[in-house]
């Protein structure tokens, strides 16, 4: 079973900054991790597939990096609605696995 | 446009089964590489993947849970169900249903969710 680590667990930080997120797994996946952002009281939003590939109508400022075991979500000049909990995700196999999530708040 | 709406119980007592419906519509459960996983959300705590159907009919679950969950579809219905035999406490959670196409290893479309509570 891979398993999917997050860090930091909590990143607070102001509106127009940079975040950037960790997701490392246990094994090599290559490129197949995908990122989800999901607001209080609604349901994830896929945000990057395929490590590096932004979803139809995420915006520029989200991007995506990473190959292996080692990935990286990069939030640019954060608005209001990027507030949020951002989990990894990847599929190995039959099975597919989410990460235990990275919380971002206003700092 | 694609949607996915759960449906099912809101509260359910310790050691019954519990029955969730996911009604999908905008395409089809049996287009080639369709699939819908259910994935259930405690309150304050992450994701938690639980099943997955394909196209084909295959499934496969989450090794810790998988003596208690059956997933179905009925592609004339456009539904996907989810039974958990023997709920407790700890299955209070938001239930959702998402898809994953062929060409993704990724989940694009959600549902709302539903929120389950087990209590007696």
């Known amino acids: 079973e891979i398993v999917l680590t997050q860090s930091p667990a909590t990143l607070s930080l102001s509106p127009g900054g940079t975040a950037t997120l960790s997701c490392r797994t246990s094994?090599?996946?290559?490129?197949?991790l995908a990122w989800y952002h999901q607001k209080a009281g609604q349901a994830p939003r896929l945000l990057i597939f395929?490590?590096?590939k932004r979803a139809t109508g995420i915006p520029a400022r989200f991007s995506g990096s990473g190959s292996g075991t080692d990935f990286t979500l990069t939030i640019s000049s954060l608005e209001p609605e990027d507030f949020g909990v951002y989990y990894c995700?990847?599929?190995?196999?039959?099975?597919?696995?989410f990460g235990p999530g990275t919380k971002v708040d206003v700092k | 446009q694609v949607t996915l709406k759960e449906s099912g119980p809101v509260l359910v007592k310790p050691t019954e089964t519990l029955t969730l419906t996911c009604t999908v519509s905008?395409?089809?459960?049996?287009?080639?590489?369709?699939?819908v996983s259910w994935i259930r959300q405690p309150p304050g705590k992450a994701l938690e993947w639980l099943a997955h159907?394909?196209?084909?009919?295959?499934?496969s679950y989450t090794t810790s849970l998988k003596s208690r969950l059956t997933i179905s579809k009925d592609t004339s219905k456009s539904q996907v169900v989810l039974t958990v035999t023997n709920v407790g406490p700890v299955d209070t959670a938001t239930y959702y249903c998402?898809?994953?196409?062929?060409?993704?290893?990724?989940?694009?479309?959600w549902g709302q969710g539903t929120l389950v509570t087990v209590s007696s």
């Open positions: 998402a898809r994953k196409r062929g060409d993704l290893e990724a989940f694009d479309s």
């Open positions: 905008a395409f089809s459960l049996s287009d080639p590489g369709m699939g």
């Open positions: 159907i394909f196209s084909n009919d295959a499934k």
């Open positions: 094994q090599n996946v290559d490129i197949y």
């Open positions: 395929e490590a590096s």
């Open positions: 995700q990847l599929r190995a196999g039959w099975d597919f696995t």
